[in-house]
Structure formats: C-alpha cells, structure tokens
C-alpha cells in the first residue's frame, strides 16, 4: 500500500489536473476583478458592518432592561444622529471660522516659512546645499496638498459624501443590527462542519476585539485632542481648535495619524517663529510620547495584541484597496487576519510559545 502511494506522489501531473490549476487560476483573476470593481460597495459594507460590531453590544444593553431590539436600534440611530447634529451646529461653526483665517493667512504663513529657512540656510550654508531651494518646495508641498485633496475629494464625497450613500448607510446599518441572526446563521452555515467551533470562536473574538478598539481609540481620541487643542492654545499656536480636531481623527488612522496632524501644526508654528516651532514640537511630542506609553497600553490593554509591523501593513493596503476611507478597516482587517491564522493554523498544531520566544530571542541576539 505504501509503495503504489508513493508512487502516486511522483507520477507527472495529469492533463485533467493541469486544467483545474488553469480552472482556478482563472476563477481567482475573475473573483478579483470582480472585487476590484466593487470596491467602494464592499468598503461601505465593511464600514457598516463594522460599526455594527461596535454598536451591538449597547444594543444587547438595551434588550436585557426589556426594551425591543428593533425600538433599541431606532433609539441609538436617533442618538447618532442627535450627537452628530448636536456637532454640526456647535464645532463646525467656529471650526470653519479658523480654517478661512488659516487659508487668508496662509500667504503669511509661507512668507515667515521661507524667512525660516533662508535664515537657516545662510547660518548653515551645509544645509542650504542639501536642501531645494525655496520655490521648489513650495511646488512640492503644493502638489503634495493637491494629492492629498484629491484622495480626500474622492474617498469623501465619492463614498459617503452623497446623502444617498449615507442613507443606505444609515439603513443597511439598521438592517444589520435589527436582525444579525441570519447573517450570523450564514457565516457559521459556510463553514465546514470540523471547522464550526473555529468559526464560532473567530467571530467572537473579533467581536471582541472591535469593540475594545473602537473605545479605546474614542477614549484616546478624546484625550490627545483636548491635550492638543489646549497646549498649543496655551503656546499661542492657532488655530488650536481645529488641530486638536484633527488629532482626534487621526486617532482612528493607526500610524499615519500622529503623522498626518503633525506636519500643519509644525508649519503653522514655523511661520510664527522659531521659539513657537520648538513649543509646537515639544506639545507633539510630549502628547504622542504619554499616548503611546500611557494611554494605549491603559486602555487598549492587552485586548489588541497586533505589532506595529502587521498594523502598518495592513494601513498602506486598505488605503491602496479603498483611499483614505480604508485605513479605517486597517485595524479590523490584521485583527481579523491574525485571529483566523490562530484559530485555523496555530492551535490545532498546538504550538509552543515560549519555546519559539526563546528560539527567536536566541537568533536576534546573535545566539547559535
């Protein structure tokens, strides 16, 4: 018996088996062009349903002190809504008040900047031959700025920006937690009866996991932006309102956001001065340094266990999948990953951890 098996592994491959490769390397290239084309349906859906994760758990709140799901979701729906007018009426205002005196000033603006850095490059003439000049600066920046408005324009107003799309949202969103069962019935339907259990598990970690990530990162948000806004105000810094706005969004960009909010309030800080640069830097980094040692191990905890390497991995793809709107589903999608490797992959091989620690502690730090 083992002999004609063994014999069956080497034998060439068969006609009939060539053309299923070929079969389904064609099915895959269909399969992809297909999603290629449905980008921006299967980001709203990804977005609704992850914000369905996120909001079901108030929803199961709701219905344990005997209030119906459906009277349940039409509550936080309203609740959403109120909250997100209650912003519109009062933060937009004064918010678009100091982005028209940014965007007056900015000619100033550019004008202390290059004073800057001439005065630099005169002091350090090293400097002034490592850098570009002036103009060629203002040319880069300027097409930088028109590349970033072009993928906000289009990941904006080409997704949610329409108040169709955003009603879809708002229903599909509304379908989706007035009655989960069927779609959860489905999911553990599609996978293999072996497999249920691992399935079963997948979901509820992820569900987890989703939860804890959004509050913290709220929860987070809320803390840098007001620690932002209220330091840079304090260094005279403006328009500090709308930076710690954007320090609060760009807690929900893993990675790139710290980044992103950091290089308008440096260049805001430029044009006013030296000595305001260096605050504006140190208000960054102070803020950034006690978030990252703080504030995200307090209170993400150890409930998202993802590297740094995985989470900035998975922002560059979301965001070449689906433009800036995708780098939502950067954390979502390397949780989702890691927890299907270890639940399909990791633990039916039951693999030592600690063993491998110390085997890759052994290779990093030089030892046979």
């Known amino acids: 018996m083992n002999e ?18 070929v079969w389904l390397v064609f099915l895959l290239i269909v399969v992809f062009l297909i999603l290629r084309a449905l980008q921006p349906v299967i980001l709203l859906f990804a977005l609704v349903f992850l914000l369905a994760m996120v909001l079901n758990p108030i929803v199961v709140w709701l219905e344990k002190r005997h209030v119906p799901r459906f009277a349940s979701v039409i509550l936080l729906i309203f609740a959403l809504i109120a909250v997100t007018t209650t912003i519109i009426l ?12 940014l965007v007056r000033s900015a000619p100033s603006m550019w004008q202390g900047i290059r004073s800057r850095i001439e005065s630099v490059t005169q002091s350090y003439p090293e400097v002034r031959e490592a850098l570009p000049r002036t103009d060629e600066i203002a040319g880069k920046a300027g097409a930088a700025a028109g590349t970033v408005g072009n993928i906000l324009l289009r990941s904006t107003i080409g997704l949610v920006g329409g108040v169709a799309s955003t009603v879809l949202a708002l229903l ?12 959860v019935a489905a999911y553990l339907a599609l996978a293999p009866d072996r497999y ?15 939860t804890a990530w959004a509050r913290g990162v709220a929860i987070n948000g809320v803390i840098t932006g007001l620690s932002i806004g209220v330091l840079l105000w304090l260094v005279g810094v403006q328009p500090a309102l709308m930076f710690g706005v954007f320090a609060f969004l760009g807690e929900f960009l893993p990675n790139i956001g710290a980044f992103l909010v950091s290089i308008p309030i440096l260049l805001v800080a430029l ?19 006690v978030e990252l040692n703080v504030l995200v191990p307090g209170v993400l905890g150890k409930e998202m266990r993802l590297h740094p390497v995985n989470i900035l991995f998975f922002t560059l793809a979301t965001a070449t999948l689906f433009g800036l709107l995708g780098v939502f589903l950067a954390v979502p999608a390397a949780a989702l990953v890691q927890i299907i490797i270890d639940e399909f992959y990791l633990q039916p091989r039951k693999v030592n951890y600690a063993a491998l620690d110390r085997e890759a502690a052994g290779l990093v730090e030089g030892n046979k």
């Open 4 to 21: 004609p098996d063994h014999e069956n592994q080497d034998t060439p491959l068969s006609y009939r088996g060539a053309w299923r490769i």
């Open 90 to 101: 009062f933060a937009i205002p004064p918010l678009t008040r100091q982005v028209q005196e």
């Open 172 to 183: 599909l969103l509304v379908f989706v937690l007035a009655n989960p069962r069927p779609l």
């Open 196 to 210: 249920r259990e691992q399935a079963h598990r997948t979901l509820t970690r992820l569900m987890r996991q989703m």
């Open 271 to 289: 044009s006013l001065g030296a000595t305001k640069f260096w605050l504006a830097l140190g208000v960054i980094v102070l803020v950034y340094q």
